[in-house]
């Protein structure tokens, strides 16, 4: 089972350039998540999905777009990366109910140079 | 405000013995439900251990039980008979809210704490 996927594993960008982060999943969760983990912070959420056709701002949201394509899909986008961009970032799921724990993806290491 | 507290950023432990991990949390929702993760040295995430608001009773799989203070508002994690496998990131984690709102379904992490076991 593929369960939540990640692409790409890793990146290198340079300030001011643009990238999508793909994530996809075959549970059929309602719920998706993009998280950044940095040293010392714990993972913080950037945005969230609690279904199809919704997302909303979590603690870190600026700088990043996302795009729920459909029940599957939930992208992350940075228009123009900045350096503190740099970060290890995670996409999960979860399915409805108080008490499902989150699926996560493998994570994309990106650095902003 | 930070909604999940890890306050020890590096634990010690020796191998065969019990560890405790600590994380508390703040939230005015009568409804929520709190997560252990372990992230070993690879970097995927691990789902360890729920507990929800409700539950009467703690919460325990295999050697990982987690002590639930519901008045105190802290949800710590213990390990038994430490194993050398056992060293990595933990992460506390709170899903509030209730079927139907729009939070529902969100996850907050604590900042993690790295627990060491030695031989």
């Known amino acids: 089972n593929a369960g939540v996927t990640q692409t790409p594993k890793f990146q290198v960008l340079k300030t001011g350039q643009s990238m999508t982060l793909q994530c996809a999943q075959d549970?059929?969760?309602?719920?998706m998540y993009w998280y950044r983990q940095d040293p010392g912070m714990g993972l913080r959420l950037i945005y969230y999905s609690a279904s199809e056709g919704t997302t909303d701002k979590g603690e870190v949201p600026n700088g990043y777009n996302v795009s729920r394509l459909n029940k599957r899909e939930f992208s992350l986008r940075l228009e123009s990366a900045a350096p503190s961009q740099t970060s290890v970032y995670f996409c999960?799921?979860?399915?409805?109910?108080?008490?499902?724990?989150?699926?996560f993806g493998q994570g994309t290491r990106l650095t902003v140079v | 405000a930070q909604k999940i507290t890890q306050t020890q950023p590096g634990m010690f432990v020796q191998e065969k013995e019990a560890v405790t991990l600590d994380c508390t949390y703040d939230t005015s929702d009568p409804s929520y439900g709190l997560f252990w993760y372990k992230q070993p040295s690879s970097g995927e995430m691990i789902f360890l251990i729920y507990q929800g608001s409700y539950d009467q009773q703690n919460a325990t799989e295999g050697r990982y039980s987690l002590n639930f203070q519901k008045a105190r508002k802290s949800a710590n994690l213990v390990i038994s008979a430490s194993q050398l496998g056992d060293s990595a990131m933990y992460f506390c984690a709170m899903r509030e809210g209730r079927a139907g709102g729009t939070s529902y379904g969100k996850l907050t992490f604590g900042q993690g704490t790295i627990l060491t076991v030695h031989p």
């Open positions: 999960a799921s979860t399915a409805p109910g108080r008490n499902t724990e989150a699926f």
């Open positions: 549970m059929n969760h309602n719920s």
